[in-house]
């Protein structure tokens, strides 16, 4: 877990909504001073066959941007609660995920940057988030 998110995890358990999530994931990232990137991949669907594979993938390229000097805000944390929020989602993706988190956060601005892994393509979610940072004037930069 990154050092910004010291003062906050804590809190994590407590969080019983999607805009929750997302009062708290601005907490953090207002945490943290400098340019704020996300990095962008296969999780759920797509990429390397397993959420375990993709979700390795994406700890690799954090830690590898991370020392390189960009600061990346890693949404890693939320992951259980999306998924609790999420699991009545029987068929189709879980949207609200997307729309209800990552979209206002998005909005917000306070996201200057994505990092989109190799195989973001064959993601549902990745997808979306590339879509959505196009549409929003969010710079993108497609790792090797």
């Given at each position: 877990?990154?050092?910004?998110w010291?003062?906050h995890h804590?809190?994590?358990?407590d969080l019983?909504?999607?805009e ?10 207002d945490?943290?001073?400098?340019e704020?990137a ?6 759920s669907t797509?990429g390397?066959?397993?959420?375990e ?10 830690t590898?941007?991370v020392?390189?000097?960009?600061i990346?805000f890693?949404?890693?944390?939320f ?5 609790e ?6 068929e189709?993706?879980?949207?609200p995920i ?8 998005f909005?917000?601005?306070?996201i ?8 973001w ?11 959505r940072?196009?549409e929003?004037?969010?710079?993108i930069?497609?790792?090797?």
């Open positions: 877990m990154q050092h910004y010291a003062n804590h809190k994590l358990p019983k909504s999607f929750e999530m997302v009062i708290l994931a601005h907490e953090v990232i945490a943290i001073s400098g704020v996300m990095v962008s991949g296969p999780i797509g390397l066959g397993s959420r594979a993709n979700l390795i993938r994406l700890d690799e390229a954090i590898s941007l020392s390189e000097g960009h990346i890693d949404q890693a944390p992951d259980t609660k999306m998924n929020f999420v699991a009545h989602i029987k189709g993706y879980p949207m997307l729309e209800e988190f990552y979209l206002p956060l909005k917000s601005g306070k200057k940057k994505f990092f989109f892994v190799p195989g393509e064959s993601s549902t979610g990745a997808s979306w988030e590339h879509d940072a196009k929003l004037g969010i710079e930069i497609y790792l090797d």
